[in-house]
């Protein structure tokens, strides 16, 4: 459910508004990936995670997912793979790390990672390079990853649900390039995409039919399964997740209300499917409410979850996002609002109350 809309609109009105009106065919997005992009050089972990009786497993023993939704602080959204600084990204992972976080979510938005439409499918060198180094980085701290592919998608010009070639073939090379890196725990195939059928009206969106997002998604997972063995696939929806369950290997579902009501939520998944869930997002901001309150939230939802026997749950999100750093310019700094507060640690990285609480589980 985040960012805003309005932030959405924003970004993809910069990133896809082409130079003319586009015709009904699709671009020539079959060029040549090659490049000066060096080969990936996965990290040396030997085993992947699998799914063992409805849990998580490497190595045979168990994996509860303990984790944030990632963002660096001063890179949030459109800068993550543009602009972060690597060395601030190492810095976090290790503050994460210390509180004894296990998994990363990660956002991969394909107008940053290459030059299509119209240049073909050629990856930006520097994105990948830097998103090469970001999971390098976390998988030798030892998280593991959940890959959000179709984060911030086009739905207007070439919109995604058609399945346009470009679009395929950009999946196809995100996933053939990382497909033997174990840190990865899943590919993530898309963010919230119930809403684009109507899960939250007041968006002003359900713009596509709930077929043609759900025949896109099983789609979707056959072209990632065709490329990939060895890592799961899911997809993070906010209200209707139960609807994934034939394309997906866990339910991954968000939640932003409070404790009593992810009791509720989880049975009607579980009563939809026998398929493991995660709690994939869910999180509370102190623009709204006090960081003792946030801290009571999160404090009841993941000791819920887990009495739930769920698979494990990631906070929205790890740190508050800078004004200045949220915004498009020249309509800089950003106008504060709930978006900025979600992290658990400030943005000049101060611990809020929970840090404490979790540090003592």
């Known amino acids: ?21 586009p015709t009904s065919s699709l671009p020539d997005c079959t060029g040549d990936t090659s490049q000066a992009l060096a080969a990936y050089s996965p990290s040396t972990r030997n085993t992947f995670v699998t799914l063992r009786e409805g849990r998580f497993a490497v190595d045979d023993q168990p994996l509860n997912v303990r984790g944030v939704n990632y963002y660096p602080a001063r890179s949030p959204w459109r800068r993550f793979l543009t602009q972060s600084d690597l060395s601030e990204v ?3 992972l290790t503050l994460l790390r210390v509180a004894e976080f296990n998994t990363l979510r990660l956002f991969l938005w394909n107008a940053a990672l290459f030059q299509c439409p119209p240049a073909g ?6 994105a ?17 990853l959940i890959m959000t592919l179709n984060d911030l998608p086009d739905l207007d010009v070439f919109p995604l649900y058609t399945n346009p070639v470009h679009v395929q073939a950009q999946t196809r090379f995100i996933v053939e390039r990382y497909q033997a890196e174990p840190a990865i725990l899943a590919w993530d195939l ?11 009206a007041s968006f002003g969106q359900g713009r596509f039919n709930r077929d043609v997002v759900l025949n896109w998604l099983r789609d979707n997972s056959a ?22 369950a034939p394309y ?28 493991p869930i995660l709690l994939q997002e869910f999180g509370y901001s102190t623009f709204q409410r006090t960081p003792e309150e946030q801290a009571r939230l999160i404090r009841e939802v993941v000791e819920a979850s887990e009495a739930l026997n ?3 749950w990631l906070i929205w999100a790890a740190f508050d996002f800078p004004l200045d750093a949220t915004c498009i310019p020249p309509a800089c700094p950003s106008a504060d609002n709930a978006e900025h507060h979600f992290g658990i640690w400030q943005s000049d990285y101060t611990p809020k109350p929970i840090v404490e609480w979790l540090l003592n589980r």
């Open 248 to 275: 997906v290997d866990f339910i991954s579902f968000h939640h932003w209300e409070d404790a009593e009501r992810l009791r509720q939520r989880t049975a009607e998944i579980r009563s939809q499917t026998e398929k």
């Open 121 to 126: 499918v050629t990856p930006k060198v520097d």
């Open 223 to 244: 072209l990632v399964r065709s490329l990939d063995s060895n890592h799961l696939i899911t997809a993070g929806w906010l209200h209707y997740s139960h609807d994934t």
């Open 128 to 144: 990948f390079t830097r998103l090469d180094t970001i999971i390098q980085a976390a998988a030798s701290q030892g998280f593991y």
């Open 190 to 200: 898309r963010n919230e995409g119930d809403i684009d059928y109507g899960s939250i």
């Open 90 to 92: 190492e810095r976090e």
């Open 1 to 21: 459910m985040r960012p805003s809309v309005f932030i959405i609109a924003l970004l993809l009105l910069i990133a896809c508004t082409p130079a003319v009106t």
């Open 310 to 312: 769920l698979t494990g």
